[in-house]
């Protein structure tokens, strides 16, 4: 159970968005299935909604681990978040790791900064910082991202890895592709590991994966819609 435990930890740096960097779907949804030798074990929806002039952003994200029948590891996350003419706002996050880790995460844009607060306390931040979610291709090209999934601000390492064709849904897909260390935080409980990260044409994830820390089984996040 712990080897689960620190392979969904090392999965939720991402759990935020940055509305500039990519379209939004037709059904305004996204899906991705979260894979783990070979079985599918959870679903990561994001879901999109216009009103009032803002931009309104919903992920949930639901896994469940078994072993012989029984129910082994069950990890839960739903954060909203507001947008406005491409700017970040505001965001509320909720995580549930089942270990007695449970992380309630803040942001919000005043007086241009960021306060936000999470896993090391209240922070005031850079207007500017991005929020940590993978899908905004604009975090490749970042020092530093806010990680919403703890609160915390992690340092990046980012390098190009060129041009790749992988298969999505039975289509090749030509993406970019990246590789993505983050910093480790003093209350973390284990390093983050290398990100592989592919991104279309059009700048959307297509499919992102590393090795557990633990086991080094690779944990793959594949677009499904």
């Not at 209350?187 to 499919?207: C, G, H, R, V």
Request: charged share 30%; aromatic share 14%; hydrophobic share 40%.
């Amino acid at each position: 159970m712990r080897t689960f435990i620190n392979i969904f930890l090392l999965y939720f740096l991402i759990i935020s968005f940055s509305v500039q960097a990519f379209p939004i779907p037709n059904n305004n949804k996204i899906t991705y299935e979260i894979v783990r030798k070979n079985k599918v074990i959870g679903l990561h929806e994001i879901f999109f909604n216009e009103n009032n002039g803002n931009l309104n952003i919903e992920t949930k994200i639901e896994i469940e681990v078994k072993a012989f029948f029984l129910t082994v590891y069950k990890f839960s996350h739903n954060s909203k978040e507001v947008w406005k003419n491409g700017e970040f706002l505001r965001i509320d996050g909720y995580t549930d790791f089942e270990d007695e880790r449970e992380y309630f995460i803040k942001a919000e844009v005043k007086d241009n900064l960021i306060l936000a607060s999470g896993m090391d306390g209240d922070l005031k931040l850079d207007k500017n910082i991005i929020p940590s979610n993978f899908w905004n291709k604009d975090v490749m090209y970042q020092e530093e991202i806010f990680d919403t999934q703890k609160g915390v601000v992690r340092k990046l390492k980012v390098e190009e890895a060129g041009i790749e064709t992988i298969i999505i849904n039975n289509k090749n897909i030509e993406c970019s592709k990246f590789l993505l260390n983050a910093s480790k935080n003093p209350k973390d409980k284990a390093n983050f590991p290398q990100y592989t990260l592919w991104y279309s044409i059009n700048n959307e994830l297509m499919k992102f994966k590393f090795k557990s820390t633990k086991d080094n089984k690779v944990i793959e996040i594949i677009r499904k819609e």
